[in-house]
């Protein structure tokens, strides 16, 4: 059974998780707008992993016999000036949700709730790849210009996302 404060902060991580899907898709509509579609492309992949993760929590809740309560969802930012803001932003985002889930691993720790870590192991797991990937995006901007051959090549790396 989830103690009330779990409960509580697992629903507020379902609106983090559909808040990063809005934020992600907001991105890509920035990436569609200056004619880089598989930029686009993929941050419309992270959007639909963001919903994914959101999901998997609200089946969590409800496994758990427990009850999810929607709240709204924030607007995202949509103005952005580069491509590479883009992935910086991404990846400050990253470290966020990373710290939300670590916060939520220490709630399950405290209650005892083994249920609840081995659930959230695997979102500590995800976040290293999800800022890993990120980081990986944002090594190639060292060697590239912000517009050029380098974007045009990563926009084609990208647009191989599944
Ligand atoms: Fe659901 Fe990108 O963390």
Redesign the pocket.
């Known amino acids: 059974m989830l103690s009330e404060k779990l409960l509580s902060n697992l629903n507020k991580q379902i609106n983090?998780?559909l808040y990063?899907e809005y934020l992600?898709l907001s991105m890509a509509t920035y990436a569609d707008s200056v004619g880089l579609a598989g930029i686009a492309r993929w941050f419309k992949g992270?959007a639909k992993?963001?919903h994914a993760?959101?999901m998997r929590i609200y089946d969590y809740i409800y496994d758990q016999g427990a009850r999810v309560i929607l709240e709204a969802i924030e607007k995202p930012k949509t103005d952005f000036n580069s491509i590479r803001e883009l992935f910086d932003l991404s990846l400050e985002?990253?470290k966020f949700?990373?710290a939300s889930?670590n916060e939520l691993m220490d709630i399950a720790r405290e209650d005892n709730d083994h249920a609840s870590v081995s659930f959230l192991q695997w979102?500590v797991d995800?976040?290293v790849e999800?800022e890993a990937s990120v980081n990986a995006i944002l090594d190639k901007f060292t060697y590239m210009k912000e517009s050029g051959i380098g974007l045009l090549m990563l926009d084609k790396e990208l647009a191989a996302r599944k």
């Open positions: 983090k998780e990063s992600y992270q992993e963001e993760h959101a985002h990253e949700v990373t889930i979102f995800e976040q999800e």
